[in-house]
């Protein structure tokens, strides 16, 4: 008798081994038994996502780099073109600041489609830098010349809407050559001085 028991033939005598679930939750299926949950998560999901992408798009800058792009002759197209050419698929940088080349004005800005998407700039080997800081390029070559003075006013003006919009500090506000060995953005970009007149403006918009 043990030794059928132990194998199974209990049943034949009407003894059920295992209880079965009740039928009812048995016939329902998991997700018909946690649809209200199912409801709610996805309601939750809805509202936390656009909210949780919000704050990502306009709240994650804490650094704006600078940069040149070493030539003279250029304008947002033609670095879309370059950075195209190397295989990226838009221009590394968010913001374009002009020189007059191109059929551009000194100090036009150029917003490029990165911007507009909030998408990381591949502007420099810092990793932690691309992924929260605003790049921002200087059409020319300041290794061998000054801006021109609009170009520079432009750069200035922006620099200090972006730092104050997004809450930047200046000493966030880095040459390209500040975070790695390179001439860019050139010599006679000074960020100390450029730094030091971001931060005027900003306490002077504070008074
Ligand atoms: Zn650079």
């Known amino acids: 008798m043990d030794f059928a028991r132990q194998h199974g033939a209990g ?3 009407g003894q059920s081994p295992m209880p079965l679930e009740p039928q ?3 016939q329902r299926g998991p997700l018909v038994r946690y649809l209200r ?4 998560g996805m309601l939750v ?3 936390v996502y656009p909210v949780g992408r919000y704050i990502w798009r306009e709240y994650r800058w804490r650094w704006i780099i600078v940069h040149h792009t070493g030539s003279d002759n250029g304008n947002l197209d033609w670095i879309i073109r370059e950075h195209q050419a190397k295989g990226w698929k838009d221009a ?6 002009n020189n007059g080349s191109r059929d551009t004005v000194a100090g036009q800005i150029e917003i490029s489609q990165r911007w507009q998407d909030r998408e990381n700039a ?3 080997q810092r990793s932690y830098v691309n992924e929260f800081g605003i790049a921002i390029v200087m059409i020319g070559n300041l290794q061998n010349h000054p801006p021109p003075l609009l170009q ?3 750069l200035l003006s922006l620099l200090v809407r ?9 000493e966030r506000i880095r040459g390209h050559n500040e975070l790695q060995n390179t001439k860019c953005p050139g010599k006679h970009l000074d960020m100390q001085q450029v730094r030091r007149e971001v931060a005027a403006k900003l306490a002077s918009m504070e008074k």
């Open 24 to 26: 009812s939750d048995w």
């Open 92 to 97: 590394a940088y968010h913001f374009v600041v």
């Open 37 to 40: 949950w199912v409801l709610i």
């Open 162 to 170: 972006l730092a104050s919009k997004y809450d930047i500090p200046p």
């Open 152 to 154: 520079r006013e432009a």
């Open 45 to 47: 999901l809805m509202t």
């Open 11 to 13: 049943r034949e005598h």
């Open 122 to 124: 591949g502007s420099t």
